[in-house]
T-cell receptor, first 110, second 111 residues
């Protein structure tokens, strides 16, 4: 089983739709969780950290479910500019390293 | 401006010809890391460094070397590149190893 697993997509959704991604992780001791965004051929950039209580940043909401070992990202009222690959990232406790999922590709259509 | 820089951005080379990809950050971060990104495999960590003169292997260190003589620089060295090292390489830095700031990437082709 991969340490961090994501559905690679691609997901094609119309502008204005709500879209959700899930990501599962294998190490129950994981402490830190993140969503990164990567545009084509560019470097990944932090979208948001994921906290136990869940967190929201504008149209984006991230949730953590420790019992089931998954994190989710919800994008509401999607924009054309949201088209990108979304990377789920987990920091394994004591390992000082981040493990990246392979990414979920999202395309928002006009 | 806070940033991570990498050079070169694009490199085409031949098997066996030693090369170095430089990485520099101006944020005084202690933690730096190298990743490679391949289709279907995502980002995989090659080496990381938690401070000057402290380096450790990531998930795919074979065929690579690193050094950390100064806090701001973390070069990646390929002593004898092979075609399976053709990839997109990213350097990253962070304050404590979690939120990472990535460089713009180096696209390497080994013929």
């Amino acid at each position: 089983r991969k340490e961090v697993e994501q559905d690679p997509g691609p997901f094609n959704v119309p502008e204005g739709a709500t879209v959700a991604f899930n990501c599962t992780y294998s190490n129950s001791a994981s402490q830190s969780f993140f969503w990164y965004r990567q545009d084509c051929r560019k470097e990944p950039k932090l979208l948001m950290s994921v906290y136990s209580s869940g967190n929201e940043d504008g149209r984006f909401t991230a949730q953590l479910n420790r019992a089931s070992q998954y994190i989710s990202l919800l994008i509401r009222d999607s924009k054309l500019s949201d088209s990108a690959t979304y990377l789920c990232v987990v920091n394994f406790q004591g390992a000082q390293k981040l493990v990246f999922g392979q990414g979920t590709r999202l395309t928002i259509n006009p | 401006e806070a940033q991570v820089t990498q050079n070169p951005r694009y490199l085409i080379t031949v098997t066996g010809k030693k090369l170095t990809v430089t990485c520099s950050q101006n944020m005084n971060h202690e933690y730096m890391s190298w990743y490679r990104q391949d289709p279907g495999l995502g980002l995989r960590q090659i080496y990381y460094s938690m401070n000057v003169e402290v380096t450790d292997k990531g998930d795919v260190p074979e065929g690579y070397k690193v050094s950390r003589k100064e806090k701001r620089n973390f070069p990646l060295i390929l002593e004898s590149p092979s075609p399976n090292q053709t990839s997109l390489y990213f350097c990253a830095s962070s304050e404590q190893g979690d939120t990472q700031y990535f460089g713009p990437g180096t696209r390497l082709t080994v013929l």
